[in-house]
C-alpha cells in the first residue's frame, strides 16, 4: 500500500510550533505516513532541529512545490503564510485543478488558541481548510458562528504542542511576554529608514521598556534570586536592540537563543497583555497577570472579541505599571491572593487536559 504524503509546515523561527511538535509526533509513532517538514534554512536554529528528527525540505524551493502537488496532506499551523507560492496563487491553482483540490486536503493546527477577531484572515471564504483544530468548546462556536465553518470540519483537540507541557516542573522565573501592536508594526514598515527610532517614540516600547528597568521590581529579582525573562513578540523580534536590561536578573530573550517552549515549562508566572500563550500557562494552572495599558486602542484595533479577559481570563487584569509591580512582588513572596475563579477557569476551559493532544489530531487528520 501506498504511503500517505503529509507535508507538515510552520511560519517563524520557534521550535516550539504546534507543526514541529506533531512532525515529531507522527515520526515516533507513525512511521506508516511519509512525514516531511517544511522549514527555511535562514531560521538556523528551526531548520537545524528539524533536520535532527526526520526529512526536510527547503521552504519555497523547487522541490516544496514538487512535493506540495503530491501531498495527501497539506498540515500547518500558518495557513497562508507556509506555501510554497503565494497565497493567492495557490487559490488560483486550485480553481484551474479540481481534482487535485478534491483529493488533497488541508489541515490548519494553529499556532495558538484563538481568542481575537481573525474573521478577516481565517473566514472561510479567504482561507478554506479542510480540518480545523481548536482547544476550547467557546473557540469552537467562534469559529463555527464567526469564520463560518460547519462542524464537521473542526476536531476539538486541543494543541499540538500541549502534549510537552503535563507535568512541567517549574523555576524561580517569571515570563513577560506581550503581543505585538499592528498599528505599530504597519508604521514600522512604512518608515523603514527610522526604524528604531519610531520603534522607541512608541507607547507600546516605552510601556515595556519602563517595566523591566522598573527599580522596584529589580531589587526585589535581585534580592528574592528571582528571574524575569522579557520575550517580545516574534514580530518585535527584529528591534529586540531597542530593549535593554538594567540587572543580571532580568533578561531580553533572543528566539535565536531562547526557545519560548522550553520557557513557557520553566517559568511560574506570566505576565502578558492580550497573547493566547495564556492559554498555555492556563493549561498548566500556573498563574497569570494580565497587563493592559491600552485596552481601549487594541479593542478598537482588533475590533473586540468572544474571550474577554475580564470575565474569561485566567488572572487579574491591570492597568497600570505599579499594579503590575505589586503583584509580582506578592507572587514572590507567596502573598499573591490566586482568586478561586482563575484556577477553574483554567480547570474548565479545557475539554481535555493529558498528552494526548497530538493523538487526538492524528486521528482527526486521518479521517479527513
Not at 490548519?108 to 481575537?116: S, Y
Not at 462542524?151 to 483537540?157: G, H, K, M, Y
Request: include cysteine.
Amino acid at each position: 500500500m501506498k504511503k500517505e504524503l503529509w507535508l507538515i509546515s510552520k511560519h517563524g523561527n520557534d521550535v516550539g510550533d504546534n507543526a514541529f511538535a506533531l512532525f515529531k509526533y507522527v515520526r515516533e509513532k507513525h512511521p506508516e505516513i511519509r512525514s516531511v517538514y517544511v522549514a527555511d534554512k535562514e531560521q538556523y536554529k528551526a531548520y537545524k532541529t528539524a533536520k535532527e528528527v526526520g526529512p526536510i525540505v527547503q521552504y519555497r524551493s523547487f522541490m516544496h512545490k514538487i512535493l506540495y502537488f503530491l501531498a495527501d496532506k497539506i498540515v500547518t499551523s500558518h495557513v497562508g503564510d507556509s506555501e510554497p507560492w503565494e497565497y493567492e496563487n495557490i487559490l488560483e491553482l486550485r480553481r484551474r485543478f479540481p481534482g487535485w483540490s478534491v483529493r488533497q486536503k488541508t489541515i490548519h493546527l494553529q499556532h495558538g488558541v484563538i481568542d481575537k477577531n481573525v474573521a478577516h484572515i481565517y473566514d472561510i471564504s479567504k482561507r478554506p481548510v479542510d480540518l480545523f483544530i481548536c482547544s476550547t468548546l467557546a473557540e469552537k462556536d467562534y469559529i463555527m458562528e464567526t469564520l463560518h465553518y460547519p462542524s464537521e470540519r473542526l476536531a476539538c483537540t486541543g494543541l499540538a504542542r500541549f502534549d510537552a507541557l503535563m507535568d512541567a516542573e517549574c523555576e524561580k522565573k517569571i515570563l513577560v511576554i506581550p503581543r505585538y501592536r499592528r498599528d505599530v508594526m504597519v508604521q514600522l514598515r512604512e518608515n523603514k529608514q527610522k526604524l528604531k527610532y519610531h520603534f522607541m517614540k512608541s507607547r507600546y516600547y516605552k510601556n515595556y521598556q519602563t517595566l523591566i528597568s522598573n527599580q522596584t521590581l529589580v531589587r526585589k529579582l535581585e534580592e528574592s534570586g528571582w528571574q524575569l525573562i522579557f520575550y517580545p513578540h516574534y514580530e518585535v523580534q527584529p528591534l529586540i536592540s531597542c530593549f535593554h536590561a538594567e540587572s543580571k536578573n532580568v533578561t531580553v530573550a533572543d528566539m535565536e537563543r531562547e526557545e519560548l517552549d522550553q520557557l513557557l515549562k520553566e517559568c511560574a508566572l506570566l505576565i502578558t497583555d492580550y497573547s493566547s500563550v495564556a492559554f498555555d500557562f492556563a493549561y498548566m494552572r500556573r498563574p497569570v497577570i494580565y497587563y493592559q495599558f491600552d485596552k481601549e486602542e487594541f479593542d478598537c484595533e482588533y475590533g473586540g472579541s468572544y474571550f474577554d479577559h475580564e470575565r474569561d481570563g485566567f488572572g487579574p487584569v491591570v492597568e497600570r505599571e505599579d499594579d503590575v509591580v505589586r503583584c509580582i512582588e506578592s507572587f514572590i513572596d507567596g502573598r499573591f491572593d490566586r482568586d478561586h475563579q482563575y484556577y477553574d477557569r483554567c480547570v474548565n476551559t479545557f475539554l481535555y487536559h493529558d498528552d494526548q493532544n497530538c493523538k487526538r489530531i492524528f486521528e482527526a487528520i486521518e479521517e479527513v
